[in-house]
């Protein structure tokens, strides 16, 4: 597609549940970032893959997150025993080079 | 660690009115910076980026320039517009292999008619 595809776009869960958040980025581009939006806050970097190099995860904030990217294209984010502080807007992001990140529209996570 | 701190929203303006949303970095050296905006219901677009100090990066009428001496990139808008209503966010990043964008809290802009 044109864009960076995010699924689903809503997603409740109950406290203990896993989740997985599906980004799907555009053609070409090597580069895919995961970033968190909580409520109040700013953009949060979790993750970033960059071709077939080891990713940088420094930003993920627990062992119950992880997340892959399968044949340099899609890529889950996968949250383990939810907690309602996972509660957030998860931002997905591909570019190319240096030429600017193109964003997708966000999967919202409540956690009850 | 590299910071970017933005101020407090919401913003609320008349249209037609003068905007700034004010934006500081704290970082070793010289970031590339960034605002994006977030319209309701929409992903995070690039507004205009500035790579180097001095820079004046435009777009759509909003200004910012990079100024190293206040390590500052203020946004800037002579006449703002009902349709510019939407969340702005300043970011910095450096140019290596990551390009890893660091932002700012956000500031909301609501422009009444």
């Known amino acids: 597609g044109a864009g960076v595809s995010q699924s689903p776009s809503n997603k409740v869960t109950e406290k203990g549940k896993d989740v997985e958040l599906r980004c799907d980025p555009i053609?070409?581009?090597?580069?895919l970032y995961w970033y968190r939006q909580s409520l109040g806050q700013g953009l949060e970097f979790l993750i970033y893959?960059?071709?077939?190099?080891?990713?940088?995860k420094s930003g993920l904030p627990s062992d119950r997150f992880s997340a892959e990217r399968t044949g340099g294209s899609v890529s889950t984010l996968t949250i383990q025993r939810t907690q309602q502080e996972d509660s957030a807007v998860y931002l997905c992001a591909s570019s190319f080079l240096n030429y600017g990140y193109t964003f997708g529209s966000g999967t919202r996570l409540t956690v009850v | 660690g590299d910071s970017v701190t933005q101020m407090e929203g919401p913003v609320t303006l008349s249209e037609e009115a003068f905007l700034t949303i004010n934006c500081t970095y704290t970082?070793?050296?010289?970031?590339?910076l960034f605002w994006y905006v977030q319209y309701p219901g929409e992903g995070l677009q690039l507004l205009l980026k500035?790579?180097?100090?001095?820079d004046k990066g435009s777009n759509k009428g909003f200004e910012a320039t990079y100024r190293k001496e206040t390590t500052s990139f203020h946004l800037e808008k002579g006449s703002v517009q009902v349709s510019d209503s939407a969340v702005y966010f300043c970011?910095?990043?450096?140019?290596?292999?990551?390009?890893?964008?660091?932002f700012g809290s956000g500031t909301r802009l609501l422009v009444r008619p």
């Open positions: 500035a790579t180097k100090a001095d």
């Open positions: 053609s070409g581009h090597t580069a």
């Open positions: 893959f960059q071709g077939n190099s080891a990713p940088d």
């Open positions: 970082a070793t050296g010289y970031p590339s």
């Open positions: 970011a910095l990043s450096w140019m290596d292999s990551s390009y890893k964008l660091i």
